[in-house]
Structures are given as structure tokens and as C-alpha cells.
T-cell receptor, first 114, second 113 residues
Framework: DVKVTQSSRYLVKRTGEKVFLECVQD?????MFWYRQDPGLGLRLIYF???????EKGDIPEGYSVSREKKERFSLILESASTNQTSMYLC?????????????FGPGTRLTVT | GENVEQHPSTLSVQEGDSAVIKCTYS??????FPWYKQELGKRPQLIID?????GEKKDQRIAVTLNKTAKHFSLHITETQPEDSAVYFC????????????FGRGTSLIVHP
């Protein structure tokens, strides 16, 4: 059974704190993604990675960084959390195999920055 | 880059009615169009997809149509049931290289019993 897990379902942090969100997939997928989900704005891509140690900026990378040291793990880092980063964060993974385009999502982390 | 517009943002129907959600895309190179369903408090999951070499695909009560000339595609749900209530996202992408989908903003479908 396909599985993508995220380190926390709910997280409350203070402004200025460094925040780590972790995502792990057990499907040996090459591609991993971090999205931010806000009401009325859909799923917006923050960063993605197509291989270990490789990363590419998405549509809204400002204020975020990522790390992919192992194939199964993709971390999202908020260097100095701000209140406008309060949101739902979704991780996803997908295969690079021909014809296999489905994205598998994690359960999400609802981050509140106070 | 790709831009995907999705309408309506909210759709309210009575149980048993049909529901249609429409999306348009801008990049003529896009050739893969998935639809994801996100139930309240749960993760998005793929429910159906269509490739550019077909115009329609059906799976039980769900169907998707694609008009490449007009750059739009639609999700059709027949005989809606309360369990169809969810947020639906369309997406568009090219399948070459790293597959990066661009998502629409989502449609909240409410099916009233």
C-alpha cells in the first residue's frame, strides 16, 4: 500500500522560530513535492525535488528552503516563521516512470504561526 | 508557464443530480489532465485522469472530457451521492521530463441529501 507520511498533523510555532516539516515516502519515488494549501487558492507548489540532493523552486519559494539527503525523505524548512506562513502544508511524491504520473499526497501538516 | 482556471469555486446540488466542473489551461504542450478529490480533513487522491490522445474517459459515475482545441476539460459526476461531497482539483501538465502539474483552485461540491 502506497504511503506518504508527514511528521506532524498539527504544529504551533512562534514568529521567528525555525520550523522543520518532514515527509517520508515508501514507494521509491524519484519526485517529491511540497505544496501549500489555502482556502480559495488551491495547491501552490513551494519546491520540488526530482532526485537526491536536487531541488527546484516552485511558484512560491520565498521564505522556504528544502533538503533531500535521502531518496525517501524530503524536508521543508521555514528559516524564520512568520504569521503569513500559517497554512496547511501537503507533501506529495510521484514516480518518474513512463505512464506513472499520479501524485500521492501525505495527510498534511496544519501549521499555525503566532 | 501553465495557468489553470477552474469553475465554479462552489457547487451545490441535490442528491441524484449531475455535477459538472470545468477547467481551462493555457499551455498547448500540456497533455495530461488529472482530477483529484479531497474529502474534508483528508489528503487529495486521484480519481480519474485523461491523456491528450482521447476525448473522453469514464469510470462508473465519473467521466472526464477534453477539448484540446479549446484548451478545456471537464469533470462530470452523474447520480451524485452525499459521499461525493468534497473539494475537487483539476490539473494540467506535460508528461515529458519531471512531471510538474499545475493545479486549479478547486471546487467545493456539496451534495444535499
Amino acid at each position: 500500500d502506497v504511503k506518504v507520511t508527514q511528521s506532524s498533523r498539527y504544529l504551533v510555532k512562534r514568529t521567528g522560530e525555525k520550523v522543520f516539516l518532514e515527509c517520508v515516502q515508501d514507494m521509491d519515488h524519484e519526485n517529491m513535492f511540497w505544496y501549500r494549501q489555502d482556502p480559495g487558492l488551491g495547491l501552490r507548489l513551494i519546491y520540488f525535488s526530482y532526485d537526491v540532493k536536487m531541488k527546484e523552486k516552485g511558484d512560491i519559494p520565498e521564505g522556504y528552503s528544502v533538503s533531500r539527503e535521502k531518496k525517501e525523505r524530503f524536508s521543508l524548512i521555514l528559516e524564520s516563521a512568520s504569521t503569513n506562513q500559517t497554512s496547511m502544508y501537503l507533501c506529495a511524491s510521484s514516480s518518474s516512470g513512463t505512464g506513472a504520473y499520479e501524485q500521492y499526497f501525505g495527510p498534511g501538516t496544519r501549521l499555525t504561526v503566532t | 508557464g501553465e495557468n489553470v482556471e477552474q469553475h465554479p469555486s462552489t457547487l451545490s446540488v441535490q442528491e441524484g443530480d449531475s455535477a459538472v466542473i470545468k477547467c481551462t489551461y493555457s499551455d498547448s504542450a500540456s497533455n495530461y489532465f488529472p482530477w483529484y478529490k479531497q474529502e474534508l480533513g483528508k489528503r487529495p487522491q486521484l480519481i480519474i485522469d485523461i491523456r491528450s490522445n482521447v476525448g473522453e474517459k469514464k469510470d462508473q459515475r465519473i467521466a472526464v472530457t477534453l477539448n484540446k482545441t479549446a484548451k478545456h476539460f471537464s469533470l462530470h459526476i452523474t447520480e451524485t451521492q452525499p459521499e461525493d461531497s468534497a473539494v475537487y482539483f483539476c490539473a494540467a501538465s506535460e508528461t515529458g521530463g519531471s512531471y510538474i502539474p499545475t493545479f486549479g483552485r478547486g471546487t467545493s461540491l456539496i451534495v444535499h441529501p
